[in-house]
């Protein structure tokens, strides 16, 4: 089981940029594939991005050309970098990695005032 911890939320104006950190407890170089999700209260948790097979990157259309997910083996991060922030962006965003299962970290708070 990979621990993950995320960071870099918080509360940020409309048309701000936050920057997400996710920390695992040992190296991701042979993950599957790893990324963010969201859930929104009320609502279902939602894939916002993801990384597969270490190279291929796939976005949520709602976020396509405003976040930027990357990765840092020599570090076993995962970032995802948000700008022009949406109130409807306000979630807890979580970070996840595949590797023998699927492994979340515990969240971390996005909210975006108007």
Known sequence: ???????????????????????????????????????????????VARIINGASTNYADSVKGRFTISRDNAKNTVELQMNSLKPEDTAIYYCWVLTMGANWGQGTQVTVSS
Do not use: T
């Not at 969201?38 to 948790?45: F, N, S």
């Open 1 to 47: 089981q990979v621990q993950l911890v995320e960071s870099g939320g918080g509360l940020v104006q409309a048309g701000g940029s936050l920057r997400l950190s996710c920390k695992a407890s040992e190296s991701i170089l042979s993950a599957n594939a790893m990324g963010w999700y969201r859930q929104a209260p009320g609502k279902q948790r939602e894939r």
